[in-house]
């Protein structure tokens, strides 16, 4: 059953639609129903962990790019001048298959390098969306770690 807690000691609770379970006091989004070719993930961001069905694929995609972000924010640390760096951005759009949507937003130009980078992280599911800013590098650790876990 899914359920909305609503403060730190939660007593009351809202129906949501099945699938979808929602905690404010521990600011988790769980997506109950997992299909065959996706395991759950955890992004932990900030202050905010949220739990959804992601397939290896998608996590590899994600990893790349994060991957091509840390490069960016080596290449722009060993530059002799400053230099603009484009905008990090990923985007996994839902579909009827069960995938969530999912964007990924960073500016490496408002960050001086890559263990300081914060991205904007949005993900959709139905009638539910979280927005959350969290670090660039705990988003890394987040996908490598459910890599080795199912990858």
Same mark, same amino acid.
């Given at each position: 059953?899914?359920?909305?807690?609503?403060?730190?000691?939660?007593?009351?609770?809202?129906?949501?639609?099945?699938?979808?379970?929602?905690?404010?006091?521990?600011?988790?989004?769980?997506?109950?129903?997992?299909?065959?070719?996706?395991?759950?993930?955890?992004?932990?961001?900030?202050?905010?962990?949220?739990?959804?069905?992601?397939?290896?694929?998608?996590?590899?995609? @994600?990893?790349? =790019?994060?991957? #091509?972000?840390?490069? $960016?924010?080596? !290449?722009?640390?060993?530059?002799?001048?400053? %230099?603009?760096?484009?905008?990090?951005?990923?985007?996994?759009?839902?579909?009827?298959?069960?995938?969530?949507?999912?964007?990924?937003?960073?500016?490496?130009?408002?960050?001086?390098?890559?263990?300081?980078?914060?991205?904007?992280?949005?993900?959709?599911?139905?009638? @539910?969306?979280? =927005?959350?800013? #969290?670090?660039?590098? $705990?988003?890394? !650790?987040?996908?490598?770690?459910?890599?080795? %876990?199912?990858?």
């Amino acid at each position: 059953r899914s359920w909305l807690q609503v403060g730190p000691s939660a007593p009351a609770s809202v129906s949501l639609r099945p699938r979808l379970s929602v905690s404010s006091s521990a600011r988790r989004l769980s997506v109950l129903k997992v299909s065959a070719s996706q395991m759950p993930i955890t992004l932990h961001l900030g202050e905010t962990s949220v739990t959804f069905p992601f397939s290896v694929d998608n996590a590899k995609a @994600v990893s790349e =790019t994060l991957t #091509g972000a840390n490069k $960016a924010f080596a !290449a722009k640390e060993k530059a002799e001048r400053p %230099q603009r760096l484009p905008m990090l951005e990923y985007l996994q759009k839902g579909d009827a298959n069960g995938d969530v949507f999912l964007e990924i937003c960073c500016n490496p130009n408002a960050y001086p390098d890559a263990f300081q980078a914060k991205a904007l992280v949005t993900i959709r599911k139905e009638d @539910v969306k979280i =927005t959350s800013e #969290g670090l660039l590098s $705990a988003l890394k !650790a987040d996908v490598d770690n459910f890599l080795e %876990q199912h990858g």
